[in-house]
């Protein structure tokens, strides 16, 4: 089938789908019409870069092929926060991109975002759009509504792992860590051999969290900090388990593996110290070598390996979202669909992998050599997780966790000490937020 059928094609069942959509009273009463149309596209993506280039391809080839017209915004990373007033009216754009974090507070534990049905039910290249997406992400029940339909259309992934120049640390590529236990043996063997094991901006909260919820979801599983952030009680923190993920935070924080100074830097100051060669490791998402690239050292070969198992268990994979979704008040859902579906189209896929240096959602698309030990950790992943373990209550994150696990990572409070003020502060949320 060539690329003209498949358009016709995805626009007669998108058709179908709207109509049925306004038949049960969800989303704008407006259908996919057989061709043009007109839609409104807000982007998180900034004029000019890497990925901003591959969406204005796709939609320049969407418009060739469809008649379609479609006005999008590059407004940058705030898209999501001018998105919320606009819900309230009827000047909502058909499709807004952002990641799952943004998008499920303001679209998708709200109710404001429409089922994605039709997009999923779309072929291109041959198949549904459902079996391009690999179901171990759609298996994340938090991406669909009560019935079961995800909201979210995901386009590319970003994942965290320990990253470190494999032209320097060749072993590493051979044999990484195994176990916590190994890991905290090769910090103790590079300061033994006169380098700085670890690089850190503990300026970036998001950053120091990876070390807790890393390593409790390493003994408990997916779920687990979800389900201790869940506890109105607090007695979750209680638990022998969650210590002991506390005391690995401690052991990073005092054990005198860190570039001195961590605890009061501004990033990108410790990625720089890093990729310049003056740390052996860092704990960061899969964006780092992009990130890195104007200052890294001559010859660095960036190569990474997963945060180190616990107590033998398997380790899931963290696996996060960027991707579209669509407002019920959208004017044009079907069009919109049909545009999501169409960009998953695998040269845009292989274009995110290759030009913008990012983690495409299909596992058949090319990648950046830079990515692939971390796509091999993501391709190779039975279960994976989402960043914070799905945790989107209103301000828990950045206003109770994360102020007391800086404390923690910074090395300003113990292990037992974060444990009873997580706690305490924990309590005190869940009674001002129901």
Sequence with gaps: MNSKSRIVQALAVLAGASLALTACGQGSASTAPSEGGTLTYWSMWKDGEPQQKVIAEAIADFEQQTGA?????????????????????????????????????????????????????TVVDGK?????????????????????????????????????????HPELVANPPADWNGFIAELDKLKAAGETPLAADGDVAGYN????????????????????????????????????????????????????????????AQQQVW???????????????????????????????????????????????????????????????????????KKYQDDYGTKAKVLPIRADAASAPQMDSVKKALDNATTVYQGGDGVTYAGYMEKVFWPIDDQLFLGKISAAEFVAKMKDAQVQYWKDNG
């Design 69 to 121: 017209t479609v006005k999008v915004q590059w407004q940058g990373r705030s898209n999501t926060e001018k998105l919320v007033p606009a819900l309230n009216t009827n000047n909502v754009p058909d499709i807004v991109d952002g990641p799952y974090a943004k998008l499920a507070t303001t679209m998708g534990d709200t109710g404001q975002a429409l089922p994605l049905g039709a997009a999923y039910d």
């Design 275 to 345: 990729a310049s060669g003056k740390a052996s490791l860092i704990l960061n998402g899969s964006w780092l070598p992009t990130e890195t690239s104007t200052y890294a050292a001559e010859g660095f070969q960036y190569s990474s390996f997963p945060f180190p198992a616990i107590d033998g268990k398997p380790a899931a994979v963290r696996a996060d979202f960027i991707g579209w979704a669509v407002p019920k008040k959208a004017k044009n859902p079907g069009l919109a669909q049909q545009l999501a579906a169409f960009m998953l189209n």
């Design 128 to 168: 549904k759009v459902s079996e391009l997406v690999p179901a171990k992400y759609t298996a994340i029940s938090n991406i669909k509504g009560e019935d079961g339909t995800p909201w979210m259309l995901p386009y590319s992934l970003s994942s965290d792992a320990i990253w470190f120049d494999a032209a320097k």
């Design 209 to 268: 969290a990876l070390w807790f919820t890393t390593a409790l979801i390493r003994t408990e599983g997916p779920g687990s900090f979800k389900t201790l952030a869940s506890d109105k009680t607090g007695a979750g923190w209680d638990a022998p388990k969650v210590l002991a993920a506390a005391q690995k935070v401690e052991q990073i924080a005092k054990g005198g593996y860190l570039v001195p100074g961590y605890d009061a830097s501004k990033w990108p």
